[in-house]
């Protein structure tokens, strides 16, 4: 296979467990000078996926990181499992639980009616932990650092958000939404509206925009095409 990557190329990446996204970058980096001798490309990713998250990651090279914005721009759609009953400060599992409340008295139907609020144009608080910028610093580094920051909503448009399998505590669901939409926080906002709380235990990113998981690469599969 024949890739033009100073010229440009759009790679569709699975991102793995635990990797950052500017992990994923570097290391296409590295595999591309090693396999094809180019010491210089630019490259970099359309749309930031959490360390915990996996799935669909848009990597541009050369002359296509010109439209990393519009990749941006485009709407997402994820797949992921929430757990009820307890917090944590980051919404995910990057923390260790704050806090424990009882689900004896939740209901499947009551999970199901209260998704229905989520839908549509909402203000959104992102995480503390979270990548945004706040007077030109992360939000995480301030989080880690104990640092008490204000962090403004966003405005976010989710257009479908539906519960797939329930299995109190755990409820898996679909969601499709806007650039800037913080799936934490959804569920951090489904678990104070449920009055449990909730917290993310799993996420994959299926889609952007025309552009689906089960067409991208695994990066050692990637690795053994190029050069």
Same mark, same amino acid.
């Given at each position: 296979?024949?890739?033009?990557? *100073?010229?440009?190329?759009?790679?569709?990446?699975?991102?793995?467990?635990?990797?950052?996204?500017?992990?994923?970058?570097?290391?296409?980096?590295?595999?591309?000078?090693?396999?094809?001798?180019?010491?210089?490309?630019?490259?970099?990713?359309?749309?930031?996926? /959490?360390?915990? !998250?996996?799935?669909?990651?848009?990597?541009?090279?050369?002359?296509?990181?010109?439209?990393?914005? &519009?990749?941006?721009?485009?709407?997402? *759609?994820?797949?992921?499992?929430?757990?009820?009953?307890?917090? $944590?400060? &980051?919404?995910?599992?990057?923390?260790?639980?704050?806090?424990?409340?009882?689900?004896?008295?939740?209901?499947?139907?009551?999970?199901?009616? !209260? @998704?229905?609020?989520? $839908?549509?144009?909402?203000?959104?608080?992102?995480?503390?932990?979270?990548?945004?910028?706040?007077?030109?610093?992360?939000?995480?580094?301030?989080?880690?650092?104990?640092? *008490? @920051?204000?962090?403004?909503?966003?405005?976010?448009?989710? $257009? !479908?958000?539906?519960?797939?399998?329930?299995?109190?505590?755990?409820? /898996?669901?679909? @969601? @499709?939404?806007?650039?800037?939409?913080?799936?934490?926080?959804?569920?951090?906002?489904?678990?104070?509206?449920?009055?449990?709380?909730?917290?993310?235990?799993?996420?994959?990113?299926?889609?952007?925009?025309?552009?689906?998981?089960?067409? !991208?690469?695994?990066?050692? &599969?990637?690795?053994?095409?190029?050069?």
């Amino acid at each position: 296979m024949s890739f033009q990557f *100073e010229q440009g190329e759009v790679l569709l990446i699975n991102k793995p467990y635990q990797w950052t996204s500017f992990d994923v970058v570097g290391k296409l980096r590295t595999i591309i000078r090693k396999r094809t001798g180019i010491r210089k490309i630019k490259i970099g990713h359309a749309g930031t996926l /959490d360390p915990l !998250a996996t799935g669909l990651l848009i990597i541009c090279t050369g002359k296509f990181t010109r439209r990393i914005i &519009s990749f941006q721009e485009l709407e997402k *759609e994820y797949t992921g499992t929430m757990y009820l009953g307890a917090t $944590t400060p &980051s919404f995910d599992l990057e923390t260790g639980p704050d806090g424990y409340f009882p689900t004896d008295d939740l209901t499947e139907e009551a999970i199901r009616d !209260a @998704v229905t609020h989520f $839908t549509g144009t909402l203000e959104q608080i992102p995480p503390k932990y979270s990548a945004k910028k706040i007077d030109g610093k992360r939000a995480y580094d301030y989080a880690r650092e104990e640092k *008490e @920051v204000e962090i403004k909503a966003n405005i976010v448009t989710i $257009t !479908a958000f539906e519960i797939t399998r329930v299995a109190i505590p755990l409820i /898996d669901f679909r @969601v @499709v939404c806007s650039k800037g939409t913080y799936i934490r926080s959804l569920a951090r906002d489904l678990g104070m509206h449920l009055g449990c709380g909730a917290h993310l235990t799993a996420l994959c990113r299926t889609r952007i925009g025309m552009y689906h998981l089960r067409d !991208a690469w695994e990066l050692n &599969s990637l690795e053994e095409q190029i050069g």
